[in-house]
């Protein structure tokens, strides 16, 4: 069974940084995208960042320059290293790899 379990989130003030890692031991890691979207209440999940599997990568205008996704293809893991983070950053973020989706991470961003 495919499972991708992400970590990383928590509470932070603004300008704060975290980093959200997304366990993807379970799928074919190497040849596969990986994505990041965050959802909030009432709202469709939109998307924050995404990596190919040859290390393209795009930003949603809001995070660019911010935040940057990465990936280790040996510990098949990949990465949302979010920096300056603001209070609309506020949001649970989903670790996704068609069409596959993670339980969701909690972020929270204070004033």
């Known amino acids: 069974q495919v499972q991708l379990v992400e970590s990383g989130g928590g509470l932070v003030q603004s300008g704060g940084s975290l980093r959200l890692s997304c366990d993807a031991h379970?799928?074919?890691?190497?040849?596969?995208?990986i994505s990041w979207y965050r959802q909030t209440p009432g709202n469709q999940r939109e998307l924050v960042a995404l990596?190919?599997?040859?290390?393209?990568?795009t930003y949603a205008d809001s995070v660019k320059g911010r935040f940057t996704i990465s990936r280790d293809n040996v510990k098949k893991v990949a990465y949302l290293q979010m920096n300056n983070l603001k209070v609309d950053d506020t949001a649970v973020y989903y670790c996704?790899?068609?069409?596959?989706w993670g339980q969701g991470t909690q972020v929270t961003v204070s004033s």
């Open positions: 996704h790899s068609s069409p596959y």
């Open positions: 379970t799928i074919r890691f190497a040849i596969s995208a």
């Open positions: 990596i190919s599997y040859d290390d393209f990568t």
